[in-house]
């Protein structure tokens, strides 16, 4: 049975139990959201930006309905706390360092509902086991959290000395631990114009639902 210590999950991706007839319709819900949502985003190329329930709660209940009935089945509502777009344009130059999601600022557990949305084809998240860098200045550099303080969002590894050990292409609704270091690589034939799209929506107090073997039963798909 999966466990999850101190909001840490003892697994690093697993497929989502989410209706996959639904899936297409929910991805045309994401992006309509996406759209909706980047109107007033300062830089519409930022890599992530996280929202707050109160601030897409209305955006999400008009656009969304498929997704959040959903949510719903699987009884998550009441846990469902923020959501995050991650946009990665394909850069062989500059590609997405590997890195942990860290919430310093925030007592949620470090696990993501992610839902690919669009130009996922030649892509896929590859993790990783390695040491965090000692001098982290990507969250200057890419993160922010839209109606909340600056905060601290992630942690980058330590480049040269980090080792894949696993890869998963992303091309359902997935369960992925965010703690583990992690990133996404492009295949070469990639959209270079448009990003991958993603959209992560994130939970509070999930322990409980590991412990009373609830998220292995109802949450994850067969």
């Known amino acids: 049975m999966s466990k999850l210590v101190d909001g840490v999950p003892d697994f690093l991706c697993k497929p989502a ?121 990507w969250d200057a550099e890419y993160e922010h959290a839209l109606g909340t303080p600056n905060i601290r969002v992630a942690v980058l590894g330590q480049q040269d000395s980090i080792r894949e050990i696993a890869r998963f292409k992303i091309d359902r609704p997935v369960w992925i631990n965010s703690y583990a270091l992690h990133a996404a690589r492009h295949d070469p034939q990639s959209d270079s114009e448009n990003p991958r799209l993603i959209l992560s929506l994130r939970f509070a107090s999930m322990k409980h639902l590991f412990d009373n073997g609830y998220f292995d039963e109802h949450l994850v798909a067969n």
Do not use: W
Request: glycine share 2%; charged share 20%; with cysteine.
């Open 17 to 137: 139990a989410i209706d996959p007839q639904l899936f297409p319709a929910i991805q045309e819900e994401a992006y309509k959201l996406f759209l909706e949502m980047y109107k007033n985003v300062p830089d519409t190329k930022r890599l992530f930006y996280y929202f707050q329930k109160p601030e897409f709660q209305t955006s999400m209940s008009l656009h969304c309905p498929i997704l959040l009935g959903e949510i719903r089945r699987l009884n998550l509502y009441s846990l469902f706390v923020r959501l995050l777009f991650v946009q990665d344009y394909y850069k062989p130059e500059n590609p997405m360092p590997a890195h942990r999601d860290y919430p310093y600022n925030f007592s949620y557990d470090n696990l993501g509902l992610n839902i690919p949305v669009r130009n996922y084809d030649h892509s896929y998240t590859v993790f990783y086991e390695g040491q965090d860098s000692v001098e982290n200045n």
